[in-house]
């Protein structure tokens, strides 16, 4: 497939990503994609249409680097999540039912897993293993796990059997943290693993429809969207603080109405979560939410933040339009002056630093 590229043309775009590389100005970059934004596109449903595209710290653009590498292949269908670990990148494809591991500074493909995966979502890592996430058969309650993968042979060698719908995955301290937005249903929990056994331990309620999570200072941050309105029972979002020497809520701040939060991060000990196209902040002690936005990403024309990241005095935001046309990434600072923004590929659905 035809690389495109984007330059910056103008002094200043080049230095507003100069802070992403100081750490890296003395060594030798160890690919074409060291340094820079990965961004995941999710494609469409069944389209088969996912792709990976790359913004370097320099402002430069590549779309479809996954095919543009390995000739033109395609990368697959639905893609949900990019796991970072060592030298590799970890793709998971939500409805081809695998992942695919590539370089991730060279974007060569080195394998596929496709045995003992079953609808996956999500993966994180500890001890030389990768744990993802599974929903397992549409409309069955009963056979939702974390596949557990050797990254050495890269094979399933067991699973966890999990409550209904494991979404997001989390690790700090040889444990793993596992929110359930219930899959085909509702859920409200956070499972957590032992790494080192590959058992549950305790599971911790929380509000309706866990999203994201966070961990700062031995705390969970979880950020619960609460049900939608075609539940029949629409309520509204939460934030749920646990104590992890404890796995007790500490915390809990409620929105008001029906709103449906998402998008969780925090960076600098700031949390950051969206409503709609607005931007939030809050500080990690905050016993109640802002009244008002940061700012509106209405002015680019996003309704929706399809995904959303904080780095290096950047915030980034994803708009997947009508879900038809290529989406786009803006880029503001951190007061949300706009400085840059990007056509990338079909549903841009997660950032993943690679420095």
Request: proline fraction near 3%; charge should be negative; charged fraction near 15%.
């Amino acid at each position: 497939m035809k690389l495109h590229k984007l330059m910056l043309t103008v002094i200043a775009g080049s230095l507003f990503f100069a802070s992403c590389s100081d750490d890296d100005s003395n060594s030798a970059p160890r690919g074409a994609y060291d340094n820079g934004l990965l961004v995941l596109n999710q494609g469409n449903f069944n389209a088969g249409n996912a792709s990976v595209s790359f913004i370097s710290d320099a402002g430069e653009l590549e779309n479809n680097v996954y095919g543009a590498n390995n000739g033109g292949a395609v990368l697959g269908d639905v893609g949900q999540d990019v796991g970072l670990d060592g030298r590799y990148a970890y793709i998971v494809l939500n409805v081809s039912n695998k992942i695919e591991v590539v370089d991730r500074y060279t974007f060569t493909h080195v394998a596929t897993i496709t045995t003992g995966l079953v609808n996956p979502r999500y993966i994180a890592f500890h001890g030389g293993k990768g744990y993802v996430t599974n929903w397992g058969a549409g409309g069955v309650t009963t056979d939702d796990y974390v596949a557990v993968i050797n990254l050495a042979t890269n094979a399933v060698t067991t699973t966890i059997p999990v409550t209904e719908g494991p979404e997001r995955i989390i690790e700090e301290d040889g444990k793993l943290y596992v929110s359930h937005m219930g899959g085909y249903g509702y859920g409200n929990s956070i499972t957590v693993i032992n790494g080192a056994t590959n058992t549950v331990s305790t599971t911790i309620a929380v509000g309706d429809v866990p999203n994201t999570l966070e961990i700062e200072d031995d705390k969970l941050y979880v950020l619960n969207e609460g049900k939608n309105s075609y539940s029949g029972s629409e309520n509204a979002g939460s934030l749920s603080v646990i104590n992890l020497r404890t796995n007790t809520v500490e915390r809990t701040l409620a929105f008001s109405g029906i709103q449906h939060p998402s998008n969780l991060t925090i960076e600098d000990d700031v949390i950051y979560y969206t409503l709609g196209g607005n931007v939030y902040t809050l500080g990690l002690n905050s016993t109640t939410l802002p009244a008002a936005p940061l700012f509106s990403a209405a002015a680019q024309g996003v309704a929706s933040v399809s995904a959303f990241a904080v780095e290096d005095r950047h915030i980034y935001v994803a708009d997947s339009g009508d879900y038809s046309a290529a989406g786009k990434v803006h880029i503001y600072s951190l007061t949300g002056t706009i400085e840059k923004s990007h056509t990338v590929g079909l549903i841009p659905a997660g950032f993943y630093f690679n420095d």
